[in-house]
């Protein structure tokens, strides 16, 4: 895991862990985050591969997934030990 993450890939581990459920839709995410959803499907792969992160995923259906087929995230412990770490 780097100690070392942007301020956009914070906001998405904050944004999971403000909306309060295990795993949050993505569109909730991207509302409070407020990037593209390309962007954030990207971002939340990357987030997975570092283990702060998992990600629900299936076939892409607009209105319901990001075009990566996420459609929700939820954080791991790892990635609440980061939120912490931040602060």
Known sequence: MSDNIDEVDLKILEAIAELKVSYPNADKIKAVVRIDPEELGAR?????????????????????????????????DMGRLRLIKSK
Do not use: D, I, Q, R
């Open 44 to 76: 939340l792969g990357g987030l997975e591969s570092e283990g702060l992160v998992k990600a629900l995923k299936g076939a892409h259906m607009p209105g319901v997934s990001l075009p990566n087929g996420t459609y929700a995230a939820g954080l791991t």
